[in-house]
Structures are given as structure tokens and as C-alpha cells.
């Protein structure tokens, strides 16, 4: 006969034994949403877009360098600007090691971020910021592929509307692949570090 003490041993081994067993049967259970856990391989993907200059333009044209990809829509009132600010000062400290580095700015509005648009954006950051946009469909794509949530929020009384989204910077490496995510709030130190050893590597 077991002693109490194994049975109580053998319950918690088991209680082990189906937590395991549900962690691998519904890993989406475990994962938090909408937070990026570094390391995540599979974020990213082939896209074809339209850049503020009117050129369609897809992810191969930057294969050798590293991207720096930021997602969000023109008329952002905070998040967005503060990011494509922090973007900006940390390419401009860093000097040559820049060129390395082609930053990218995807909207999720394009119903109102068209290339012209964009263009007037891009003019306010990084000169060499190039602002991407297309069809609905073309952006869902992406943003998928880029875990990116977005979502339009209708203005009380207004015609006018705001986009909810993940503001979060992707690093692609030379391959394409997945580096390293910089969340909202990182400063352009910690960025322009990151990204200088990044380009050393
Ligand atoms: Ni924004």
C-alpha cells in the first residue's frame, strides 16, 4: 500500500505530467498576446508594397542590408512620431555604421496613408526612411506576417478615426530573418547600441 506522503507526491508528479502535456497540446494558451518574447524566429516575411516615391517596391530590394521596421499610420497623434523620432536620432549616432541599416515605416491605415501622404511624413524623419503602404490586403498580409494588431477606432460624434496598433520595431538581418525587437519606450541609445553590434556581428 502506498504511504500517504507518495500519494501526495504521485498527485503533484501528475499534476506536472498534464500541465506538460497541456503546454504542448495548446501552446497558444501559454503565450502572452500582443508581447514579443525575444528570439521568436518566425516573425517576418516576403512583401510588396508601395514606397512614398511611387515604386512598388517588396523586401528582396533590402536583402544584404539590415531592415529596421516600424509599423503605424500618419496621423498617429503620439506613438508613432515618438517612435520614428527614436529611430531617426539613433541612425544619425551612429555614423557609417548607419548605411548599414535601411529603416522602414509599414502604415496600417492605407485608406488615408497614400505614398503621397507618406511622403510628406517621411520629410519630418530619417532621410533615409522610406514609408511603405498598399491595398488592404497587401497590409493585413504584412502586418501578419509581422504579428502586428491594428484596428480602427471610431471618433465619438466624428467622421474621423484613430488606428489602435502594436507599436513595436522589428530588426531583420541581411537574410531577412528575424534579429531582435525593440519595444515602444526604447530609448535611442539602447537602440543605436543594439543595432551597432547587430551590424558588427
Ligand atoms: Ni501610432
Known amino acids: 500500500m502506498l504511504r500517504r506522503s507518495h500519494v501526495i507526491g504521485l498527485s503533484?508528479?501528475?499534476a506536472a505530467a498534464a500541465i506538460l502535456a497541456a503546454f504542448f497540446a495548446f501552446p497558444t494558451v501559454f503565450e502572452r498576446p500582443r508581447v514579443m518574447v525575444s528570439g521568436i524566429a518566425d516573425v517576418g516575411g516576403p512583401f510588396t508594397l508601395t514606397a512614398h516615391t511611387g515604386e512598388r517596391v517588396s523586401d528582396n530590394a533590402f536583402r544584404g542590408q539590415f531592415m529596421l521596421v516600424a509599423f503605424g499610420f500618419t496621423h498617429c497623434p503620439d506613438v508613432c512620431p515618438a517612435e520614428l523620432q527614436v529611430m531617426t536620432a539613433a541612425l544619425e549616432s551612429m555614423?557609417?555604421?548607419?548605411?548599414?541599416?535601411?529603416?522602414?515605416?509599414?502604415?496600417?491605415?492605407?485608406?488615408?496613408?497614400?505614398?503621397?501622404?507618406?511622403?510628406?511624413?517621411?520629410?519630418?524623419?530619417?532621410?533615409?526612411?522610406?514609408?511603405?503602404?498598399?491595398?488592404?490586403?497587401?497590409?493585413?498580409?504584412?502586418?501578419?506576417?509581422?504579428?502586428?494588431?491594428?484596428?480602427?477606432?471610431?471618433?465619438?460624434?466624428?467622421?474621423?478615426y484613430a488606428m489602435d496598433h502594436t507599436s513595436i520595431m522589428?530588426?531583420?538581418?541581411?537574410?531577412g530573418e528575424?534579429?531582435?525587437?525593440?519595444?515602444?519606450?526604447?530609448?535611442?541609445?539602447?537602440?543605436?547600441?543594439?543595432?551597432?553590434?547587430?551590424?558588427?556581428?
Open 12 to 14: 503533484v508528479l501528475a
Open 95 to 160: 555614423g557609417q555604421a548607419a548605411d548599414r541599416v535601411q529603416p522602414l515605416f509599414i502604415t496600417i491605415d492605407p485608406e488615408r496613408d497614400t505614398a503621397a501622404r507618406l511622403a510628406d511624413y517621411m520629410a519630418h524623419f530619417h532621410p533615409r526612411l522610406i514609408g511603405l503602404t498598399g491595398s488592404a490586403d497587401e497590409v493585413a498580409n504584412v502586418a501578419d506576417a509581422y504579428r502586428v494588431w491594428y484596428e480602427k477606432v471610431q471618433e465619438d460624434g466624428s467622421a474621423d
Open 170 to 175: 522589428y530588426l531583420m538581418g541581411p537574410d
Open 178 to 201: 528575424f534579429v531582435q525587437h525593440f519595444s515602444f519606450g526604447t530609448s535611442a541609445d539602447t537602440l543605436a547600441k543594439a543595432l551597432r553590434t547587430a551590424v558588427k556581428s
